[in-house]
């Protein structure tokens, strides 16, 4: 499941730190966004989601944040942990197809202590 | 464990030849979802099934073709192999209800020499 071979832009991080990975979608019209992390040899591993009805969800230690003025996404951990280093991707839902997801490149984060 | 499993976790095969990857969804999920990870190209989706019938299509090559069985499991056949196929495919299930997020297997590697 890992994406080695990507040019993925890459967010360093210090063990306890809080991380911001961002993501900018397609289509104004998508109405629901997702938040996948994968862990390298594994596949997608669902982390939180979002309507377009709403502007910030929270889960544990994750936040999404959600500005449709500008089609961009967040996904925010908090006290970043070593077990958090992943590739996370960002995914919409496209609105003329209720189930197809659209991922974006994704992003590596690294955690070091 | 999402609950999702594919068969095989490997597979090694020759241009020209084909093969089928084999997907069983959670437990009582009617969508089967296919993906195609590449090296240079992300995720991307290729097909959708929902309860035996084909929904949806994305960029599936001729060369590939999938279906899904009474009792849910789902198969994407790949002939006439060529090295750019060489990838990692996914199988997604999703289940019932229009905000349900997408679980994801642990993926076939595909290798074409």
């Known amino acids: 499941g890992e994406s080695v071979g990507l040019h993925l832009p890459t967010l360093s991080v210090q063990e306890g730190d809080n991380s911001i990975i961002n993501c900018a979608y397609s289509?104004?019209?998508?109405?629901?966004f997702i938040w996948y992390k994968q862990e390298s040899g594994k596949g997608p591993q669902f982390i939180i989601d979002?309507?377009?009805?709403?502007d910030k969800r929270q889960g544990q230690r994750v936040t999404v944040l959600l500005n449709k003025t500008v089609k961009h996404l967040s996904l925010q951990i908090a006290a970043t942990q070593p077990g958090d280093s992943a590739v996370y991707f960002c995914?919409?839902?496209?609105?003329?197809?209720?189930?197809?997801?659209?991922f974006g490149t994704g992003t590596r984060l690294q955690v070091f202590p | 464990d999402s609950g999702v499993t594919q068969t095989p976790k490997h597979l090694i095969t020759a241009t020209g030849q084909r093969v089928t990857l084999r997907c069983s969804p959670r437990s009582g999920d009617l969508s089967v979802y296919w993906y195609q990870q590449s090296l240079d190209q992300g995720l991307q989706f290729l097909i959708q099934y929902y309860n035996g019938e084909e929904r949806a299509k994305g960029n599936i090559l001729e060369r590939f073709s999938a279906q899904q069985f009474p009792d849910l499991h789902s198969e994407l056949n790949l002939s006439s192999l060529e090295l750019g196929d060489s990838a990692l495919y996914f199988c997604?299930?999703?289940?019932?209800?229009?905000?349900?997020?997408?679980?994801f297997g642990p993926g076939t590697r595909l290798t074409v020499l």
């Open positions: 995914a919409e839902r496209a609105p003329y197809n209720t189930d197809k997801l659209i």
């Open positions: 289509n104004s019209a998508s109405d629901y």
């Open positions: 979002i309507r377009s009805n709403m």
């Open positions: 997604a299930s999703k289940g019932a209800g229009s905000y349900n997020e997408q679980f």
